[in-house]
């Protein structure tokens, strides 16, 4: 019973992030014979629950809300040391991390020489990065073209980037996700795949850039706020340097309740 004590209040704390929440610990741990011992629950619990405890688009949002990151490749001298730098990313429509990088620049160099990576995002507006949510990304950074629609959108995050655009030797990089560990806080933490960070088809970008030019506007009048990205999941919103991510309460499969959910968002950020 002190195993099922435990992992209550975890259930209640993941239930607060609305339906999509997953399998709550509390159940997996009920799931099991009464006879079994509690080294077998835990060690169950450790097997079957590696991620059904994290918040229903937790890591996704954490990406769209963050906008500096850390960087790890491998070093080519010394050789064999992970090489750790700070850096702003902007998420992609699958909302991988994007960046822009120097050619010249050491971790630019590791990458060519092997882009196998970590990149590390964390949330902690309060200082406590203990209790605060952070998502490690692991995977591969390929290079991108500087398409128009890439470039425009990595400016609405990052507008200050324009002046390395200028200098002609940065180039965009996107990570190719194969895992990725969250952690919210004390019992929401785990393991997931790449392709489970969203199930749902990406949003087009020219589907986006129609929405931003329908709402932008609207949403400034009210709020201030300039609307910058749009996804299935929420919208991005920067006022000066400050970032802020509205999260819809469920995932829009299509326009209709994009605008939907559009609408609600400038009522909401206009009170």
Same mark, same amino acid.
């Given at each position: 019973?002190?195993? =099922?004590?435990?992992? *209550? ?20 741990? =009920? ?5 079994? &011992?509690?080294?077998?629950? @835990? ?14 688009? #937790?890591? +996704?949002?954490?990406?769209? @809300? ?18 750790? &730098? ?15 990088? &120097? ?32 998502? @490690? +990304? =692991?995977? $591969? ?6 398409? %128009? ?10 507008? /200050? #980037? ?8 940065? @180039? ?6 194969? *895992?990725? $560990? ?14 489970? +960070? ?24 009210? &709020? ?12 991005? =919103? ?6 802020? $991510?509205?999260?819809?309460?469920? #995932?829009? %499969? ?9 609408? /609600?968002?400038?009522? $909401?950020?206009?009170?």
């Amino acid at each position: 019973m002190g195993f =099922l004590r435990f992992v *209550r209040p975890v259930a209640r704390w993941s239930a607060s992030f609305g339906d999509g929440a997953h399998l709550m610990p509390e159940r997996l741990a =009920l799931s099991l014979p009464i006879a079994a &011992s509690a080294d077998d629950r @835990t060690q169950a619990f450790i097997h079957r629950g590696k991620h059904l405890n994290i918040p229903a688009q #937790a890591p +996704l949002h954490l990406l769209h @809300t963050a906008a500096v990151g850390t960087l790890a490749t491998h070093a080519r001298q010394p050789e064999g040391f992970p090489y750790p &730098s700070v850096l702003p990313f902007a998420p992609d429509e699958q909302h991988r991390p994007t960046i822009l990088v &120097s050619r010249l620049a050491e971790h630019t160099h590791n990458l060519h020489a092997d882009p196998r990576a970590g990149f590390l995002v964390v949330d902690a507006p309060d200082g406590d990065v203990l209790n605060g949510q952070r998502v @490690t +990304l =692991l995977g $591969r950074f390929e290079p991108v073209e500087p398409a %128009p629609g890439l470039v425009a959108r990595y400016l609405r995050y990052h507008p /200050d #980037a324009e002046r390395y655009l200028v200098l002609g030797d940065f @180039t965009f990089w996107t990570m190719k996700l194969d *895992r990725l $560990r969250y952690i919210g806080g004390f019992g929401a933490m785990g393991w997931l795949g790449g392709d489970e +960070l969203d199930p749902l088809p990406e949003l087009e970008r020219e589907a986006e850039d129609s929405l931003i030019g329908e709402f932008a506007d609207a949403l400034a009048s009210a &709020s201030g706020y300039q609307l910058i990205g749009v996804d299935r999941y929420g919208v991005d =919103l920067r006022k000066d340097s400050q970032r802020k $991510r509205f999260a819809f309460e469920s #995932a829009k %499969p299509d326009q209709e309740t994009l605008h939907a959910a559009l609408e /609600d968002c400038i009522r $909401r950020q206009g009170n």
